[in-house]
């Protein structure tokens, strides 16, 4: 340090590193980096000089900013890891005396900073005491005192608190377009004048949405959010903020006979322009080779960077018998519009029957089955489990590379199973043969509960989120960064998406995840509210009925929940 150039001064030293980021590399170095630069370029930074602070260092996948403001330094803390998707960051804060030496700050202040980072949930925020005493009653947080805790290269231990955020996304912001070319598939429009080909329709666009799912050079929407807007005049350019996506596929379908016609056009919703419009003639019978030519043309105009064989793997269909594939298609609206389950599930079960390699059709067979259970709460009769778990077992052997058939066999086996290993091998086969299908991903965020990795399970609900923006549905990811958060003892943010969860779909399991974090973060009315409906539902329920609604190996965890349900008065 040059002579005269040396300055102390009290500070709030923020500082952040990015949680699991060696691993996210090794994955994938490119996707890494370049997700790692938007965050700062489109959260850290931003939210720094909203609050009035000063990046004074960047190295690899950490920061350390400083602020005058102690006040002003945890509001930033707390608005970077709401705004934070993708990555997680852990976040440390002290206030203490620093050395400025030009634009470089040194000494003790930042060392404590980045020993309280170290000490960070994932996720999560840890403040000294010195902080603590600026803005204990100043910020709108839940602080939980950690103790005095002794930190390397420290003298003494010092007294830490962590600070409960809220990680819940902005309901009115627009997604940002992803680094790489991004599409929604709209419905096509049944133009058979029967309302019996609906199903048809419906179950060729989600055919095309999985394919195109299938590479990795694309980002695609994922059908749920898609198909909100079935039915409703569009306008392409507001598709397309909403979505967060460049182009938009829309079209119809006429089915007269055997005779099939596919017209469809691809607009760029950014520069709001068609691309191109197509018109596709063949019998029913061909409807494969179709979908086939649709998808060809779609991802030969939007991306540059498609290999050959990836275009060649997209062709394996999950079935070439065109009368099993109309039976799942049926199976699939029985199921989604009607909740007609038993029905759905003898389509399954005579699409399989046709074509005995049908995966799909047996991990809806068995999904099916226990739906209702899963949903409300109520024990699975142990027949019903027992063909679930056939059924998705029978997936795992087929030779076959179904991505949405994995994920869904993976659900039953870890959910109903406790087959964790398989089903985590599933899900994961899942996600490299389909890496931007959105139940997939779902699928994969609940094995990783099932399996005890919450860090895990909140990166793939997160992703959820994006790729299926408007999902009515949504309230599945929600729930299940609920649990996550919860693992994690992050209880008032594991409040806060269990209440989004309750608010729109207020069952058992959502009400019971509702109750395992309003307990402990002290949110009493809340709890023993929710508490009241789960006894409505089921007044015979027991502390083990409600673990089966939170099954994990993790039996630490298991036992914290025990323990709250004993607390809210539930009996063994």
């Not at 590399?25 to 602070?53: K, N």
């Not at 191109?276 to 979908?291: T, Y």
């Not at 489990?385 to 590379?401: D, G, I, T, W």
């Not at 931007?436 to 989120?465: E, K, P, Q």
Request: charged share 25%.
């Amino acid at each position: 340090m040059a002579e005269g150039s040396v300055q102390r001064r009290l500070a709030a030293i923020l500082a952040a590193d990015v949680v699991g980021y060696s691993k996210l590399v090794a994955a994938d170095e490119t996707a890494a980096l370049s997700q790692l630069a938007r965050l700062r370029r489109e959260v850290v930074e931003p939210a720094i000089h909203r609050h009035e602070g000063r990046l004074f260092k960047a190295m690899g996948d950490g920061f350390l900013a400083e602020f005058a403001s102690p006040v002003r330094a945890l509001e930033c803390a707390i608005a970077i890891q709401n705004g934070t998707t993708g990555m997680r960051l852990r976040i440390g804060i002290h206030l203490g005396d620093v050395v400025a030496d030009q634009d470089d700050l040194l000494g003790d202040g930042v060392n404590l900073a980045a020993r309280l980072e170290g000490i960070a949930a994932p996720g999560g925020i840890t403040i000294s005491r010195p902080l603590y005493d600026q803005v204990r009653d100043r910020v709108k947080a839940a602080f939980s005192d950690k103790g005095e805790v002794s930190l390397k290269n420290l003298p003494r231990p010092i007294q830490v608190f962590s600070v409960q955020t809220t990680p819940a996304p902005a309901a009115t912001a627009y997604p940002a377009l992803p680094d790489k070319p991004s599409i929604a598939v709209l419905p096509f429009q049944n133009m058979s004048g029967d309302s019996e080909q609906e199903y048809f329709a419906d179950g060729m666009v989600e055919d095309i949405i999985t394919a195109l799912s299938r590479f990795t050079t694309l980002f695609v929407i994922a059908r749920n959010s898609s198909f909100t807007f079935k039915g409703k005049p569009v306008d392409v350019r507001q598709v397309g903020r909403e979505l967060g996506v460049r182009y938009v596929l829309e079209g119809s379908v006429r089915r007269s006979g055997d005779r099939l016609r596919i017209t469809a056009q691809l607009i760029d919703a950014a520069m709001n322009k068609h691309v191109w419009a197509e018109r596709l003639d063949g019998s029913a019978g061909d409807i494969f080779d179709l979908q086939d030519a649709l998808t060809a043309k779609i991802v030969n105009s939007v991306s540059l960077w498609v290999e050959k064989a990836e275009l060649e793997r997209v062709r394996i269909k999950p079935t070439v018998d065109l009368d099993a594939y109309e039976l799942y298609v049926k199976g699939m609206a029985l199921q989604r519009y009607e909740r007609r389950f038993e029905e759905a599930y003898r389509h399954f079960v005579q699409a399989f029957t046709l074509d005995p390699g049908y995966a799909a059709a047996y991990a809806m067979a068995g999904y099916t089955l226990c739906f209702q259970h899963i949903s409300y709460g109520s024990p699975i009769p142990p027949d019903v489990r027992a063909e679930a778990l056939r059924l998705a077992q029978k997936v795992a052997v087929l030779p076959h590379e179904d991505a949405h058939a994995l994920a869904r066999a993976a659900h039953i086996l870890s959910f109903i199973g406790q087959q964790y290993d398989l089903a985590k091998e599933l899900v994961d086969r899942a996600i490299v043969l389909n890496p931007s299908h959105g139940y997939c991903w779902m699928s994969r965020g609940w094995v990783s509960i099932n399996y005890g990795d919450a860090d895990l399970a909140i990166d793939c609900f997160t992703r959820v989120l994006r790729l299926d923006p408007l999902d009515p549905h949504q309230a599945y990811a929600w729930t299940g960064l609920a649990c996550a958060y919860n693992c994690l003892e992050q209880y008032e943010a594991g409040f806060q998406w269990a209440l989004k969860a309750v608010e729109a779909h207020p069952l058992m399991y959502t009400l019971a995840y509702l109750v395992i974090n309003a307990v402990p973060a002290g949110r009493t009315a809340e709890a023993r509210d929710a508490f009241a409906k789960m006894l409505r539902m089921r007044p015979d329920l027991t502390v083990r009925d409600a673990l089966q609604l939170c099954l994990t190996k993790d039996t630490d965890w298991l036992e914290r929940m025990a323990r709250t349900f004993r607390e809210i008065g539930l009996p063994e």
